[in-house]
């Protein structure tokens, strides 16, 4: 299963372990019936459509956009109505 990331000894147990959509097909290929996963893992008879759709699942990517920009770090907080700056030296002498 060239589009399967994960080895059939260590595979998802529940949906919510599921990183993407092909983490679901090393547990149907473990469980379905071998005629019935070829039919399925072929495309249903169209492995032009099947092709087509996995190429365009590789277009798509997620970046991820946290320490986008680390010049500014501002790590204050409001709690409780009083504005905390950190890092704060002085925290527990304004600290009701």
């Known amino acids: 299963m ?11 147990s529940n949906p919510k372990e599921a990183i993407n959509v092909f983490d679901f097909e090393p ?4 469980n379905v019936p071998p005629a019935h996963f070829g039919y399925m893992a ?9 092709r087509a759709n996995r190429e365009g699942f590789q ?3 997620l970046r991820q956009r ?7 770090v ?3 907080v409001e ?3 009083a504005e905390i700056r ?10 009701p």
């Open 2 to 12: 060239l589009w399967a990331p994960r080895a059939l000894d260590k595979l998802i």
């Open 27 to 30: 547990v149907a290929f473990k």
């Open 42 to 50: 072929s495309g249903i008879d169209d492995e032009t459509t099947l």
């Open 59 to 61: 277009k798509f990517v």
């Open 66 to 72: 946290r320490l986008v920009d680390v010049s500014k």
């Open 74 to 76: 501002d790590m204050s």
């Open 79 to 81: 709690l409780f109505g």
């Open 86 to 95: 950190l890092p704060d030296r002085d925290l527990a002498d304004r600290w």
